[in-house]
């Protein structure tokens, strides 16, 4: 009897897969070479599902084909001389060196399909860049990205830039170049990117430095068939680009040309029509559209690479209608998070005084600059539904009296704690405080206080729930203090030594050590014989090193006579850069 799976269309099978083994044009023309370096199970693993798989996915992974080293090229050039037929599937071939002969073979298999090609100039004088030479004439691609940022001045660059120099003047069909440089061009590809007989656009990599028109560029503007020059700028400044765009001006032939945002064909009469039974049912109309929202607010990770200017607030959808604002303003205060906060609170806090149900339906805070302990007294009593509290390293640090009443403002709902400087209180404190926080499942504790450790003081069923814990300064009596408590849920322990020299804890790791699967340390905790973590930590399947300039590595702790059956992982978590030593 045949599977569902089985009876399904080759084209909606082909739909399912293509997500799971499409690479982008951005990945594709990416200059990284890091794009590509993912320690995961290989794409290819699809093919083995079923032959149908096999089937469908077998065009789609070898449309694109990116290269990374030469026993990938030799594995393909296996492949492609077992199955001549799978040449006619690669359309995009990225290759990052020479890779030897092999490239000969993949280029002879596949010269009549590759469209579009990415190369790199960075090899070395022990690769090979033959087999490349040697195929490069077989191809005709549209579109030729270069990768010449880190150009290596070896005799195998200067070959495969003697066969460019060829290849740009014979491609009847490259429409498009795509040069990841921008100060310096080889003066071979410059004569022949301005005598290239179809080349109709030229992008080029923007620079952080770019004041002045690259003297290259001049020359390569001649090409009569030359109709558009992109650069891609990266962050610079204003005055930088105003000096660059200035001298574009003086040359008739760069001018840039104004753009026009008019559509050239006229666009098709809206059809839509909003459903009739949508309508009529408010109540499933706001259950929908609520839903759509949700995903549309929802926080997202903002990398240093995207602009300010585009970046798009979690809040725009909320300008669309009276109906998005009304459904769309819970899920914004589901997760608040103010990095000023200073100019921002005011605001933020009249809303949940106005509005108790936004702060009831708050499950997440950040703030970073200017929180203070009066900050979180006048926000917190409005959010009774926190679960995330986190502080950024810019916030300020917290009076060891206020910490206390924040907890019993907030410990009973509150599963996450972070980023929290606690001042070292006046006395010994009591450790009673901590079974305030009953669902508490991840602590970041940052303070020197001590504990009270006699036996009346602590709480043995405090922190029941507690699965991750992660310790910068302290002092010893914490330790002994949570050696004392059950933590029946403890599975990862991190010690960041960035701060302080950790110290103590030889019965916090006799007690806990046994449930621990993950943890961190330094070396000096590695290698204290009173800890024995070897032996106190026979679970643990990932084991962090923290290092910095003041804790460096010497690799001394490695060599052990003990055996630990459970250990797959070791990671190095710096935060600065450090010099290892040993080997």
């Given at each position: 009897m045949s599977s569902p799976a089985n009876s399904l269309p080759d084209e909606i099978i082909s739909e399912i897969l293509a997500p799971a083994l499409r690479i982008t044009d951005a990945q594709f023309s990416d200059p990284r070479s890091s794009r590509f370096m993912k320690f995961s199970e290989s794409s290819s693993a699809y093919l083995l599902v079923c032959k149908s798989w096999l089937r469908v996915a077998t065009p789609l992974l070898y449309s694109v084909i990116p290269l990374r080293s030469r026993a990938q090229a030799q594995a393909l050039a296996a492949a492609l001389t077992a199955n001549p037929e799978l040449g006619r599937f690669i359309k995009r071939l990225r290759v990052e060196g020479g890779y030897g002969i092999s490239m000969d073979a993949i280029l002879q298999a596949s010269a009549k399909n590759v469209s579009h090609l990415c190369l790199?100039?960075?090899?070395?004088?022990?690769?090979?860049?033959?087999?490349?030479?040697?195929?490069?004439?077989l191809l005709s691609p549209v579109h030729l990205i270069l990768d010449g940022g880190r150009a290596t001045n070896s005799q195998p660059v200067e070959k495969l830039i003697d066969v460019l120099e060829k290849c740009l003047l014979a491609w009847k069909q490259l429409v498009l170049a795509d040069f990841f440089f921008f100060f310096f061009c080889h003066p071979k590809i410059c004569d022949a990117l301005a005598k290239a007989p179809a080349l109709e656009t030229l992008v080029i990599?923007?620079?952080?430095?770019?004041?002045?028109?690259?003297?290259?560029?001049?020359?390569?503007?001649?090409?009569?068939?030359?109709?558009?020059?992109?650069?891609?700028?990266?962050?610079?400044?204003?005055?930088s680009r105003q000096m660059f765009c200035d001298e574009i001006r003086a040359y008739p032939r760069l001018r840039a040309k104004e753009t026009t945002t008019r559509p050239l064909i006229p666009p098709e009469l809206n059809t839509f029509v909003y459903p009739a039974q949508l309508a009529a049912d408010p109540a499933q109309e706001d259950a929908i559209w609520s839903r759509i929202l949700f995903f549309a607010t929802q926080p997202t990770d903002y990398h240093w690479g995207?602009?300010?200017?585009?970046?798009?607030?979690?809040?725009?959808?909320?300008?669309?209608?009276?109906?998005?604002?009304?459904?769309?303003?819970?899920?914004?205060?589901?997760?608040?998070?103010?990095?000023?906060?200073?100019?921002?609170?005011?605001?933020?806090?009249?809303?949940?005084?106005?509005?108790?149900?936004?702060?009831?339906?708050?499950?997440?805070?950040?703030?970073?600059?200017?929180?203070?302990?009066?900050?979180?007294?006048?926000?917190?009593?409005?959010?009774?539904?926190?679960?995330?509290?986190?502080?950024?390293?810019?916030?300020?640090?917290?009076?060891?009296?206020?910490?206390?009443?924040?907890?019993?403002?907030?410990?009973?709902?509150?599963?996450?704690?972070?980023?929290?400087?606690?001042?070292?209180?006046?006395?010994?404190?009591?450790?009673?405080?901590?079974?305030?926080?009953?669902?508490?499942?991840?602590?970041?504790?940052?303070?020197?206080?001590?504990?009270?450790?006699?036996?009346?003081?602590?709480?043995?069923?405090?922190?029941?729930?507690?699965?991750?814990?992660?310790?910068?300064?302290?002092?010893?009596?914490?330790?002994d203090v949570l050696a004392r408590m059950e933590l029946p849920a403890l599975r990862g322990v991190t010690f960041r030594p960035f701060r302080s020299?950790?110290?103590?804890?030889?019965?916090?790791?006799?007690?806990?050590?046994?449930?621990?699967?993950?943890?961190?340390?330094?070396?000096?905790?590695?290698?204290?014989?009173?800890?024995?973590?070897?032996?106190n930590c026979p679970l643990v399947t990932t084991l962090g090193v923290a290092c910095d300039k003041k804790h460096p590595v010497d690799g001394s702790w490695v060599a052990t006579f003990e055996t630990h059956p459970f250990l797959e992982t070791i990671v190095f978590e710096s935060t600065s850069y450090i010099q290892y030593v040993g080997s």
């Amino acid at each position: 009897m045949s599977s569902p799976a089985n009876s399904l269309p080759d084209e909606i099978i082909s739909e399912i897969l293509a997500p799971a083994l499409r690479i982008t044009d951005a990945q594709f023309s990416d200059p990284r070479s890091s794009r590509f370096m993912k320690f995961s199970e290989s794409s290819s693993a699809y093919l083995l599902v079923c032959k149908s798989w096999l089937r469908v996915a077998t065009p789609l992974l070898y449309s694109v084909i990116p290269l990374r080293s030469r026993a990938q090229a030799q594995a393909l050039a296996a492949a492609l001389t077992a199955n001549p037929e799978l040449g006619r599937f690669i359309k995009r071939l990225r290759v990052e060196g020479g890779y030897g002969i092999s490239m000969d073979a993949i280029l002879q298999a596949s010269a009549k399909n590759v469209s579009h090609l990415c190369l790199s100039l960075h090899i070395t004088h022990s690769d090979n860049a033959s087999g490349l030479c040697r195929g490069l004439p077989l191809l005709s691609p549209v579109h030729l990205i270069l990768d010449g940022g880190r150009a290596t001045n070896s005799q195998p660059v200067e070959k495969l830039i003697d066969v460019l120099e060829k290849c740009l003047l014979a491609w009847k069909q490259l429409v498009l170049a795509d040069f990841f440089f921008f100060f310096f061009c080889h003066p071979k590809i410059c004569d022949a990117l301005a005598k290239a007989p179809a080349l109709e656009t030229l992008v080029i990599g923007g620079s952080l430095e770019a004041t002045r028109v690259p003297p290259y560029l001049h020359k390569v503007a001649e090409n009569p068939s030359l109709r558009d020059i992109r650069i891609t700028w990266m962050f610079f400044p204003h005055l930088s680009r105003q000096m660059f765009c200035d001298e574009i001006r003086a040359y008739p032939r760069l001018r840039a040309k104004e753009t026009t945002t008019r559509p050239l064909i006229p666009p098709e009469l809206n059809t839509f029509v909003y459903p009739a039974q949508l309508a009529a049912d408010p109540a499933q109309e706001d259950a929908i559209w609520s839903r759509i929202l949700f995903f549309a607010t929802q926080p997202t990770d903002y990398h240093w690479g995207i602009p300010f200017s585009e970046r798009i607030p979690r809040t725009t959808s909320l300008y669309v209608c009276k109906l998005f604002a009304r459904l769309g303003t819970p899920h914004i205060y589901k997760h608040i998070s103010l990095t000023v906060v200073v100019r921002r609170l005011p605001s933020l806090l009249l809303q949940v005084s106005r509005q108790p149900s936004l702060g009831r339906n708050t499950r997440s805070l950040y703030l970073n600059y200017d929180t203070t302990a009066d900050t979180l007294k006048a926000l917190l009593p409005h959010l009774p539904s926190l679960v995330t509290l986190h502080l950024g390293q810019d916030a300020h640090m917290i009076p060891w009296k206020s910490f206390a009443e924040l907890s019993a403002l907030v410990g009973p709902s509150v599963q996450i704690l972070r980023g929290m400087r606690i001042n070292k209180a006046s006395g010994s404190a009591t450790p009673q405080l901590f079974s305030l926080y009953t669902q508490m499942r991840e602590l970041h504790w940052d303070s020197g206080t001590k504990f009270k450790t006699d036996l009346r003081a602590v709480a043995y069923s405090a922190l029941n729930h507690l699965v991750k814990l992660t310790i910068d300064h302290f002092d010893e009596s914490l330790l002994d203090v949570l050696a004392r408590m059950e933590l029946p849920a403890l599975r990862g322990v991190t010690f960041r030594p960035f701060r302080s020299n950790p110290t103590g804890g030889a019965e916090f790791f006799r007690k806990h050590g046994p449930k621990l699967t993950q943890l961190t340390l330094c070396e000096s905790q590695l290698k204290n014989p009173k800890l024995a973590i070897w032996r106190n930590c026979p679970l643990v399947t990932t084991l962090g090193v923290a290092c910095d300039k003041k804790h460096p590595v010497d690799g001394s702790w490695v060599a052990t006579f003990e055996t630990h059956p459970f250990l797959e992982t070791i990671v190095f978590e710096s935060t600065s850069y450090i010099q290892y030593v040993g080997s």
